[in-house]
């Protein structure tokens, strides 16, 4: 309990004021609280990816960032796609076994999944290798 | 803000490439493939303006991009500031 809240509450037991003004005095209190610190918003994707030596040509490493505005621009052309081009994507998509309807996809879809991209972290440890996808 | 800058390095070797003035030293080409895009976007029905608004945002958006390669002996990497 902070010292402000702390001396209203010891007003209120001494009488100097009515449990209606106290109340108003801790709702102000209680507006006057700054907000909490807003968590730094992560610029960019990185993926990084390394390999052992297993050729002989010594360890390998591919480091990748990626600027999530890149992102966002990339997502709105999408919306230039036009519609024939769409169609023709889906019948392709179901010949390859993936029936997945990409005119059901609206841009405004795409640009929520990258505002969320920044919880995504993904590592993958194999004996020989290492990948790291994650927002920074 | 446009990319100014873009580092090359290849090896030992490092290659800094000034944007605006290639662009500049380009323009002819540049404009060339502006126009060829233009009758792309006449001939599938695209909006030019919302293609010229799509590639103007990508290429804002692409300084702090970063590329690099290191596999054994051959190491390269691209950076756009």
């Known amino acids: 309990m902070n010292e402000q809240r702390r001396q209203i509450l010891q007003m209120l037991a001494d009488g100097k004021i009515t449990a209606d003004e106290a109340e108003k005095l801790l709702d102000a209190l209680a507006r006057e609280k700054p907000s909490p610190v807003t968590a730094k918003m992560p610029k960019y994707l990185r993926v990084e990816v390394t390999w052992e030596d297993t050729a002989g040509d010594g360890p390998g490493r591919i480091n990748v960032r990626v600027p999530l505005k890149l992102l966002r621009a990339g997502v709105r052309l999408t919306s230039l796609l036009p519609p024939q081009a769409l169609t023709r994507a889906n019948a392709e998509l179901g010949k390859a076994g993936v029936p997945i309807d990409l005119t059901l996809l609206k841009p405004q879809q795409l640009e929520e999944l990258i505002e969320h991209l920044d919880d995504v972290s993904v590592d993958v440890d194999s004996s020989d290798g290492k990948v790291r996808v994650f927002c920074e | ?81």
Do not use: N
């Open chain 2, 1 to 81: 803000m446009i990319p100014q800058l873009v580092t090359v390095r290849a090896g030992r070797r490092r290659f800094f490439v000034p944007v605006l003035p290639v662009v500049l030293v380009l323009a002819p080409l540049l404009l060339l493939a502006v126009l060829g895009g233009l009758i792309a976007c006449r001939v599938y029905r695209i909006s030019a303006l919302g293609a010229l608004r799509g590639l103007g945002r990508l290429l804002w958006a692409l300084p702090g991009a970063r590329f690099e390669i290191d596999d054994g002996q051959t190491a390269v990497r691209v950076s756009v500031r």
